[in-house]
């Protein structure tokens, strides 16, 4: 998987089995998933023709899932626990009746998951959203155009995602933090080039950390002075390429894919080049820095 904004639209491209409750939604394999901006005040007479507008003027395909939101897309929040990653764009009225804004919320698993498993991680966000809502005294569970998508890549691993298991537990802890985040946001009318990007870290205690770049990151500089902190946390994660990194135990007794020594998105040159082209691939990008190492040689 990989994300990058273009315009006004989020795009998330991988090989995915998806399942989507938004425009032209249900269960199949799909290469895209997206969320766009369109205009508050628009009369968008035709969603899943708009769908297919900014899908063409990316030059992708009609294997996509969309979602469609009025919130400005750099307010969307990311969310990533482990194997987990959340997108989050929020948008809702404070006072009754609550029935102005939208609530897109996008799952993302690395790990695959049967059609029953992405079914149920559509309930388990749903429910973390209303639950969200409650505990901000919200007059509302939810708007009546809110949508979730789901979708995994890799070959299957669970067949259930109920509250209580690993996709579930991390889907839930996800979206009680995200809804928040992302309706602060927005209410605060965030303008900035960046996403807000959120990870659970375990370090003192299972908690959410905001993650900011550059000189505003206590940690800089992790690799080597004039690194480019563009992509802290890697688009590609995980990407199992052995000579990148390796799967080593967690502390809870599974696998976790440290790539900690891998410096190609902190590289300057690299950087630039995937800010420029957000549709090149790692195998592009790897391509690239054999080249630089070469001339440097």
């Known amino acids: 998987m990989r994300y990058y904004l273009e315009n006004n639209t989020l795009f998330i491209r991988g090989s995915f089995r998806a399942a989507s409750t938004g425009t032209s939604g249900g269960i199949r394999s799909v290469t895209t998933l997206l969320n766009h901006t369109v205009p508050a005040d628009g009369d968008l007479e035709d ?4 769908i ?8 992708i395909g009609p294997d996509l899932f969309g979602l469609l939101t009025a919130v400005p897309i750099h307010q969307a929040c990311v969310l990533q626990y482990d194997f987990i990653t959340v997108f989050i764009t929020a948008g809702i009225r404070r006072e009754p009746p609550a ?7 996008i799952v993302c698993s690395s790990e695959g998951m049967e059609d029953a498993a ?3 991680t559509i309930m388990v966000a749903t429910e973390a959203k209303a639950e969200a809502l409650i505990g901000l005294d919200l007059p509302a569970t ?8 789901a979708a995994c890549e890799s070959e299957v691993e669970h067949r259930s995602a109920g509250r209580m298991s690993d996709i579930g537990q991390r889907v839930r802890e996800a979206v009680l933090h995200g ?9 605060a009318n965030v303008r900035s080039e960046h996403l807000a990007f959120f990870i659970f870290s375990r370090f003192q205690g299972g ?3 905001e993650w900011k770049p550059g000189a505003e990151c206590p940690y800089y500089p992790c690799h080597f002075k ?11 994660y995980p990407c199992q390429d052995e000579s990148l990194g390796q799967w080593v135990e967690s502390s809870n007794g599974g696998r976790v894919w440290n790539c900690a020594s891998c410096t190609l998105l902190h590289e300057p040159e690299i950087a630039d080049y995937y800010n420029t082209f957000p549709n090149a691939s790692r195998e592009e990008l790897m391509r690239l820095y054999e080249k630089k190492k070469g001339r440097e040689q």
Request: glycine share 10%; charged share 20%; hydrophobic share 40%.
């Open 207 to 209: 908690h959410w950390v």
């Open 52 to 59: 297919e507008i900014v899908a063409a003027g990316a030059g």
């Open 118 to 120: 992405l079914l149920e």
């Open 142 to 149: 939810g708007t009546p155009t809110d949508a979730v998508m």
């Open 179 to 187: 809804i928040p985040e992302a309706l602060k946001r927005h209410d």
């Open 226 to 236: 004039g690194q480019a902190c563009d992509f802290c946390y890697c688009p590609f």
């Open 99 to 105: 029935t102005a804004g939208t609530i897109n919320i």
């Open 47 to 50: 969603p899943e023709k708009e």
